[in-house]
């Protein structure tokens, strides 16, 4: 079953990072326009398992000048993905950075609610991305009936996507605080009725010390 919206143009699941932006590098920084290697794959118990790295270059080095490791852990199964994200900071000076995975998913976006956000500090990045304002999430199912860009601090390690096309996602994480939701509407006139992003995310910067590392992790599965 494909719960992931894939389109040549965009889709997929994005790493945001070393800033989930608006900031001062690029938008989302550099993650997702890089070449990640394959480190390793296996197949366990007829799961695929594949292990992706990434490390600085010159294109990374240029924005952001430290020497880092990403590793991006995927299990694939016939009703659920799971992923591990791991950073090391491989300099000999501390870093900082912000993250998220930018998950598109397949929906029919008149359709698709989010269940698990009520009570949440929220920040709304519409109109102005740059200056959200800040409130509290009062809906039971929070929906998508036009242009949606919030951010969702502290979310639950649970949420629950029905995607309006009859299934019912289960988004878990460890260790992603945060949560945004985002749909283009007529930004991208010619797809955005067929996905929603609900994106795990860490807004609040992660230091790190030289050989320290960061992990989250995120289970999506389909009922
Ligand atoms: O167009 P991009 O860089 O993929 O970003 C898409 C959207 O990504 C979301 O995560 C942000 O909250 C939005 O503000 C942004 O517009």
Known sequence: MLIIYLHW????????????????MQQHGFAR???WSILDS???EGNPVITLELKDGPYSRAMWD?????LFKVI???????????ITNTDNKPFSFSSALHTYFRASVTGASVKGLK???????DPDPKNPMEGK?????VTFPGFVDCIYLDAPSVVHLDNGLGDTITIRNTNWSDAVLWNPHMQMEA?????????????????????????????????
């Open 9 to 24: 143009d965009s889709g997929g699941v994005p790493h945001c990072f070393p800033q989930f932006g608006p900031g001062p």
């Open 33 to 35: 326009n890089m070449d």
């Open 42 to 44: 296996e197949n366990v």
């Open 66 to 70: 430290f020497s880092f490791q990403a």
């Open 76 to 86: 694939l199964n016939t009703k659920s993905i799971s992923t591990e994200l791991t």
């Open 119 to 125: 009570g949440c500090k929220t920040l709304n990045k």
């Open 137 to 141: 999430e009062e809906r039971d199912r």
């Open 191 to 223: 797809c955005y009725k067929d996905f929603v992003c609900v994106e795990n995310a860490k807004i609040g910067k992660v230091q790190l010390e030289p050989e320290q590392s960061w992990t989250a992790k995120q289970h999506l599965s389909i009922n």
